[in-house]
């Protein structure tokens, strides 16, 4: 019996503990309540500039100033757009029938300083689903920023993603993330770009990049290792290499290896774009061992002369020089290896 009575005890303690939990525990609708979490590592602090309670003029696509029309709708920051960020003012717009047509959100922490009068502030325009229309939004300022009247927006993009505002004096640019070429809509932009804006005279000075109208063309990358056959002179003359298989040219990214009988030259160079056959090559920089009777001088020479190449069918690489020379290599694989790779130039299409 005394062996019993302590498993007894036991059990009475553990039923009787968690009927008293289940009775007297701290709960409310949705469960047992918590302590509230620590935020204070993670909330951004005020900015300097608060747009809530402000009046903004929405701004429609196909307009860059804010007129005085009767289709002029004008909102006031008085709702919160909550962001993984901070919580940004927001006002919704309607249709005359009461139906919500959009919101328009003011990125304030990115809101620039007063110059001359006049201060800007990135805006999100949402137009009931049809798209993501950001803004550089022209305020006239007076008192330091604690009255504003909206007279201004100059288009910045569609869906992008704002990083940085910086004004020098009345000049703003915006550095901003916008959608690459071919890259879907819904994804997260990842090409940098930048636009600058004169708030003063209310004008984009510099466009973003646009990358849907742009387009793709070839950009040729050597590859592989040549050997030096001769230079003809614009006279006639040729010089041919005194040891035919030390004069070399090696191709590494943007860079060219020389190798002579004696030191090693290095350089960069940047071919040029689409049919350009253009061929620019930074000074060439060697290694200053002592050798007799070797043309590393010369060689070095004729490769700060280039201007432009041509590749021949059977993979031969002439190069042209400032000087009328032409300078002949040929690959040691017999192949002229290459690929292709893709840049962007302005073109006239349409997105």
Known sequence: MKKVLPVILFFILVIGGGVGYYFLKPTNDYGPTRSPRDLSGIIVPPVVFSMKGREFIVPQPSSITATSSEEITKVTLNLLSPSAKRDYPMARFEENDGVVKGTLVALD?????????????PIVVNFAGSGEFYYLAVLETT??????????SLPIGDRIKIKDVKNDSS????????HARGQAMAEIPVLETTAIYDLVNGKIVQEGRKPWLEEEVIVKSFTGEYLWQDTKMEDGAS?????????TLKFDANNIILGTDCNTGGASFTAGHGTSTSFTISPVIATEKFCEATQETDYFSMFNKIVSYQEETDGTLIFTLSDKSIMTFIPRAKVLLYENKQTNVATTSER
């Open 109 to 121: 922490n990115f809101t620039t300083e007063v110059v001359n009068s006049r201060q800007a502030v």
């Open 143 to 152: 008192d330091n920023g604690s009255s504003t009247k909206h007279i201004l």
């Open 171 to 178: 000049l703003v640019s915006v550095i901003y993330l916008e």
């Open 239 to 247: 010089i041919k290499p005194i040891v035919p298989d030390k004069y």
